[in-house]
């Protein structure tokens, strides 16, 4: 595609339910981020995925996180039993590029309301 | 733990002014740094990337310089219009991770 499409753009969930956010990257792309960003903050790392690889899961804030690339191109986020704490606006991004060199794409994000 | 600090978090101009924006790191071992925008509601637009070993990149109004020994950054815009308002953020790729971190971003608004 000729972006990075995120889905859904917005969603709203009750505490303790589980939800399922879904990243399409640019065509090709080898790379793939996802990132937290709270109101008013900076963006803060999730994971990495090198073609269907998760390299690094450090970001993850906790077990009842997890995410999936099976096929090395579209990504799922998937956030289970949610809590308050975990709404934010969840951005996905791609690379051409492994490694440094790279520009990234981002994605207009997915934003999460707890109630 | 690397940081990045951003100032000032606000800033309002009139249109037509120049401005810096400035942005600081603790960790200066970095691969790369990024200025992004950010409009209201929408994700990152990648600005200027700057590898290790460069010094500046321009793009168009924009000019990014980095003096990794410092730890900083500066972005420049020139002849600021009302449609250069938005959020800017400055990320660095360090410490042998592909990630990026970002600072809390300056919020820009240029006034007609």
């Known amino acids: 595609g000729a972006g990075v499409s995120q889905s859904p753009r917005y969603k709203v969930a009750k505490r303790g339910q589980d939800v399922a956010l879904r990243c399409d990257p640019i065509?090709?792309?080898?790379?793939l981020f996802w990132y937290q960003q709270a109101l008013g903050q900076g963006p803060e790392f999730l994971t990495y995925?090198?073609?269907?690889?998760?390299?690094?899961k450090s970001g993850l804030p906790s077990d009842r996180f997890f995410a999936e690339r099976p096929e090395g191109s579209v990504s799922t986020l998937k956030i289970q039993r949610t809590q308050q704490e975990d709404s934010a606006v969840y951005l996905c991004a791609s690379s051409a590029t492994t490694g440094w060199t790279g520009e990234l794409f981002f994605g207009e994000g997915s934003r999460l309301t707890v109630l | 733990k690397q940081e990045v600090t951003q100032i000032p978090a606000a800033l309002s101009v009139p249109e037509g002014e120049n401005l810096v924006l400035n942005c600081s790191f603790t960790d200066s071992a970095i691969y790369n740094l990024q200025w992004f925008r950010q409009d209201p509601g929408k994700g990152l637009t990648s600005l200027l990337l700057i590898q290790s070993s460069q010094r500046e990149q321009t793009s168009g109004r924009l000019n990014a310089s980095l003096d990794k020994s410092s730890g900083r950054s500066t972005l420049y815009i020139a002849a600021s219009q009302p449609g250069d308002s938005a959020t800017y953020l400055c990320a660095v790729s360090s410490g042998g991770s592909e990630k990026l971190v970002f600072g809390k971003g300056t919020k820009l608004t240029v006034n007609p």
């Open positions: 065509s090709g792309h080898v790379s």
């Open positions: 995925f090198q073609n269907e690889a998760q390299l690094d």
